[in-house]
C-alpha cells in the first residue's frame, strides 16, 4: 500500500506549489523510494488541451496522449520519470465520469450529489496510481486556492481521506505566502493564520506548513505560525525565492523537509540522499563558461508559461553545453521582410515554436529564411517544422503559393495538410494525434547524428502535417525527410543537408527533456549555436532588441 500526501494552496495563486511538490518528490525519491505526483485541476474543461496558452500556460502531453497541465511537466522533468492520463485529473473529467454513470443507471433510485457520488470519484481517483504496488508514495496536487468554491469538493475528498486512510498514511502539507511589508520592515504571518483557518474550516488540518517568503522566516516567526495554526514548529518550512526552480530541492533539504515527511509517514527505511548528478546539473546551470543567445519565434511570448518545456530544455541542454543559454522573445507578428536583418541580427541560433492558427505566420516564415540563408542554427518545432517547409517550397522550390490547409484551406499547392484521419474528426476535444509515436531515423543525417538510432519514440500533438506529394521535389532541392513513420508514411523530422545545423520536427521533444535526460535535439541545437557563437563574425551587431531584452 502506497502514502499519500495531498499539497494544497493559501493566500493566493502562482506560489509554486508545482515546483514544491516536485521538490518534494525528488527529495523522497532520492533517498530511495518510488515516488509519483499527480494534480487535480478545478477546472470544468474536462482537460486543457481546449485552454488557450494565455489562459492555463503550455499544454503539456503524456506518453499516453493526454493533455495534462504543465505542472506534470515539472514532475517529469524533476523525477526523470513519465507521468499518465491518471496523473492529470479536473472537476470535468470528475464530472463527465459521474453522469456517465448515472445515464448508464449506476445510481438508479439515488439522488446524485457532490457528497458523496462526486467527492467518491475524487477519492477514487485519488487513490488509483497508489494501487498498482508500483509506488511507496503517491503526491496529489490540488489545484487552486483553499477558499475557490471550486476547489471544495477536491478539500472535502482529502478531509474523508484523513480519516478513511491510517493516520501514518496520510500527510497534508499547506503552502502559503508570508509576505514582507516594507514600510513596517516586518514579515507577516496574519494571511498564513487565515489560511490554515480556513482549511480548519473545511476539516482539514495540514501538518506541514510552507511558507513562501522574499526574506527569511526567523525562529521567532516560525514558533509564532506554529502556534496559532496547530504545527510543530519543525513542520513550519521556510521556501525562500530561489535563484532558479531546480535549486528548491536543495533548499527543501536544507530545511529538513523530507525528513518531517518520513516521520510522519512512519517510514524508517531510506537511505541518505543522493543528489550527486543533479548537484552537479545546478552547478553548471549557477556557473557557466560560455553563453549563446537563441532567438525563440512565437506569438505567446507575452506569457513565459507558454513554452515553459522549450525554456527548461534550454536549461537542461545549456547545462551539458557548460553554457548560460540566454532565450531572447520575437514575436513573430512583428517581423517583416523589412524589419527581419535588424530583429534578428546577433542571435546564435533560432527556435521557430509551435502554435495553432494563422496569427504570425508569415514572421515565422521570414524568421525561418533568415536562418536557412545565413546559416544560422535553426530548430523548428511542430509548427515551426511545417514553417520551414512552407519557406522551402516558396523560396527555394519557387512554388509561391505554398501554403498549410490550416492558414488557407482552398491554398492551389497544400504543402502541409490535415492528416487524413483528421478530416473526419469535428470533436476537438482530446482529438489531435496525441503522444507517443515510433518515428525510423536514415543514416548519414544529422537526425542520425543527433540520436545515434534507427528508432525512436517522440510525443505529438498536432492535426496537419507534411503532405508527401511534395516530398521528392523537396528532396530532389536538398531538404529530405530524415524521420518517418514507417506504418503511416507520415514525415516526422526534415533537414537541409548543405545547412550546419537545420532541422524541424513535427513531434515535441520539449516534452521528454529531463534533468537527468536533456533531449538531444537540444543538446545538439545549443552545440551548434556554441560552434556559430564561435565564430568571428565581426560585422554583427546585436540589435537594439536584443540588447534590450540581454540587459
Ligand atoms: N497547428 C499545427 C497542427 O495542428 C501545429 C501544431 C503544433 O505546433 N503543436 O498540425
Known sequence: MAKYIFVTGGVTSSLGKGIIAASLAKLLQARGLKVTIQKFDPYINVDPGTLNPYEHGECFVTEDGAETDLDLGHYERFLNINTSQANNVTTGRIYQTVINREREGDYLGKTVQVVPHITDEIKRRMLLLGQKDEYDIVITEIGGTVGDIESLPFI??????????????????????????????????????????????????????????????????????????????????????????????????????????????????????????????????????????????????????????????????????????????????????????EKLNGLDG??????????????????????????????????????????????????????????????????????????????????????????????????????????IFERHRHRWEFNNKYLAEFENAGMIASGVNDQTGLVEIMEINSHPFFIGVQFHPELKSTVENPHPIFVHFIKAAKTYSAKDYPETIVSENIASQLS
Open 156 to 341: 472535502e475528498a482529502v478531509r474523508q481521506l484523513q480519516w478513511e486512510l491510517p493516520e501514518e498514511d496520510c500527510l497534508i502539507m499547506h503552502l502559503t505566502l508570508v509576505p514582507y511589508l516594507k514600510a513596517a520592515k516586518e514579515l507577516k504571518t496574519k494571511p498564513t493564520q487565515q489560511s490554515v483557518k480556513l482549511m480548519s474550516a473545511n476539516g482539514v488540518h495540514p501538518d506541514i506548513i510552507v511558507c513562501r517568503t522574499e526574506h527569511p522566516l526567523n525562529d521567532e516567526i516560525k514558533r509564532k505560525i506554529a502556534l496559532f495554526c496547530n504545527v510543530k514548529t519543525e513542520a513550519v518550512i521556510e521556501s525562500a525565492d530561489a535563484s532558479t526552480i531546480y535549486e528548491v530541492p536543495i533548499l527543501m533539504l536544507r530545511e529538513k523537509l523530507d525528513l518531517i515527511v518520513l516521520k510522519k509517514l512512519n517510514i524508517t527505511q531510506f537511505a541518505e540522499a543522493d543528489l550527486t548528478k543533479w548537484k552537479q546539473f545546478l552547478d553548471k546551470v549557477r556557473h557557466p563558461a560560455k553563453k549563446v543567445t537563441i532567438g525563440l519565434i512565437g506569438k505567446y511570448i507575452e506569457l513565459q508559461d507558454a513554452y515553459k518545456s522549450i525554456l527548461e530544455s534550454f536549461i537542461h541542454a545549456g547545462s551539458v553545453n557548460d553554457c548560460k543559454v540566454y532565450v531572447v522573445n520575437v514575436h513573430s507578428e512583428n517581423i517583416t521582410a523589412e524589419n527581419v536583418d
Open 350 to 455: 533560432l527556435l521557430v515554436a509551435p502554435g495553432f492558427g494563422f496569427r504570425g505566420i508569415e514572421g515565422k516564415i521570414i524568421a525561418v529564411k533568415f536562418a536557412r540563408e545565413k546559416k544560422l542554427p535553426f530548430f523548428g518545432i511542430c509548427l515551426g517544422m511545417q514553417m520551414a517547409a512552407i519557406e522551402f517550397a516558396r523560396n527555394v522550390l519557387n512554388i509561391s503559393d505554398a501554403n498549410s490547409t490550416e492558414m488557407e484551406a482552398d491554398t492551389p499547392n497544400p504543402v502541409i495538410d490535415m492528416m487524413q484521419e483528421q478530416k473526419e474528426i469535428s470533436m476537438k476535444g482530446g482529438t489531435m494525434r496525441l503522444g507517443s509515436y515510433p518515428c525510423s531515423i536514415k543514416e548519414r543525417t544529422l537526425a542520425f547524428e543527433i540520436y545515434k538510432t534507427n528508432q
